[in-house]
């Protein structure tokens, strides 16, 4: 659950960094007319983009354009924050983004269209006010797309912060909103106009992947807040998810090795990605889609080109090919042990990856690498998350500059 006390130490007072006052006098735009007639947008910050359009840099505040059109197997999560599970959105989009479930809506009536193109930002890192000039950019666009409300959702801890930030500028811009918080503080403390906060795993906030009647139970709690007076409204949503501490998963499909001593990381790492191979392509056929793709390389020669790196005393990578190239190693590890179908506890093929594969020993290895130089340390952050080092992976935020400040300085001047 997210809830500030079933968490660790490093991991509460990294959220309570995060606490910030509102951004300003809470802007309040009542629209006159039932849910059955709104035009609605979906806005994630799950940093989701087209395999063929740009990737979410390392610090980005910028959006992506996602056509109601879309083809769920075209999407990659080009998302920098490695600290939420990703195997629900690996499972079924709509976790994460709500397409279906809203054509569904409009398609009974529910609403009275969905948006043409909905959107996406990339959530992780950056202060609240650096999303404030796409913000409102992407308000001139709704509103010439006829949109009258937009449901906001978030998947990373820094995200709730976006979401409330967006909804703020957003709502400013005459935009009604209407947003999802992970960490019910975070909007306790900024107020945006209107939130439902979930008690569900970081990466699922909409709570069950394949689950259609839950999803559209949450989303539905969130879109009644519309009908609000007056703001700003908090609720909880009454529902947990549970995951009941012995549940069992499927058996994973293939016997790690990870112990003793590493000869070549080329030899070991290539052994071990054969092992995957055949459970990827069955994982893929299950599930029509892969979240592998986010490095212009394969997955072989992303262990070509790592493995001449470490073996051979190689070039030091570009920072941001070395976050995409283990992203996609670690969604091609995951997709493959979770190729059965079955309940996966969150959290678990991260903790497997991490403590029992060669993949998980490299990427311990490359943190240390990473930490000894202050110009390549800020990156541990997008390497490994802080359930995986159990220790803080550094308590600061980004500003519009690109530089690295306190978390808890709103920009304001």
């Not at 660790?8 to 959220?15: G, I, M, P």
């Not at 699922?204 to 007076?229: N, Y």
């Amino acid at each position: 659950m997210v809830r500030l006390s079933d968490v660790s130490e490093h991991d509460r007072a990294h959220l309570e960094s995060k606490l910030l006052p509102p951004l300003g006098p809470m802007p309040w735009v009542n629209v006159e007319k039932p849910l059955s007639e709104k035009r609605i947008a979906i806005l994630t910050t799950a940093g989701l983009n087209y395999r063929n359009d740009s990737k979410f840099d390392l610090i980005d505040a910028s959006y992506r354009a996602i056509p109601r059109t879309i083809d769920s197997s075209s999407i990659l999560m080009s998302h920098s924050s490695v600290n939420f599970d990703r195997t629900g959105f690996q499972e079924d989009i709509n976790v994460v983004f709500p397409i279906d479930r809203f054509k569904e809506f409009e398609a009974r009536g529910v609403i009275g269209s969905l948006a043409d193109i909905n959107y996406s930002f990339m959530g992780g890192g950056l202060l609240p006010h650096v999303y404030e000039p796409s913000a409102r950019e992407l308000a001139q666009l709704l509103r010439a797309d006829g949109v009258d409300s937009v449901f906001v959702i978030p998947v990373c801890p820094n995200c709730s912060r976006t979401v409330c930030g967006i909804t703020y500028y957003l709502e400013s811009e005459g935009i009604q909103t209407v947003g999802i918080a992970l960490f019910r503080q975070i909007a306790e403390s900024m107020q945006p106009p209107r939130i439902l906060w979930v008690s569900f795993p970081l990466g699922r906030p909409l709570g069950k992947p394949l689950d259609s009647d839950f999803q559209v139970d949450v989303i539905e709690a969130a879109l009644k807040l519309l009908d609000a007076p007056r703001g700003p409204v908090l609720e909880d949503y009454p529902l947990d998810i549970e995951h009941p501490e012995d549940m069992e998963p499927p058996a994973c499909p293939v016997n790690f090795a990870r112990a003793g001593p590493v000869d070549t990381w080329r030899a070991r790492l290539s052994k071990e990605v054969a092992s995957l191979v055949t459970w990827y392509e069955l994982g893929l056929q299950r599930r029509g889609r892969t979240s592998v793709g986010c490095c212009d390389e394969s997955v072989t020669e992303i262990v070509e080109k790592l493995s001449d790196w470490l073996d051979d005393a190689g070039e030091f990578p570009d920072q941001e090919w070395l976050k995409f190239a283990l992203e996609d190693l670690k969604a091609f590890y995951s997709e493959a042990i979770t190729a059965k179908p079955g309940d996966y506890p969150v959290g678990y093929v991260d903790r497997l990856i991490f403590h029992e594969t060669c993949l998980g020993q490299l990427i311990a290895h490359i943190v240390d690498l990473l930490e000894v130089d202050e110009r390549t340390r800020p990156l541990v952050r997008g390497i490994a998350s802080r359930e995986q080092l159990q220790r803080s992976t550094g308590n600061w935020a980004i500003d519009e500059t690109g530089a690295m400040i306190s978390p808890t300085d709103s920009g304001d001047s």
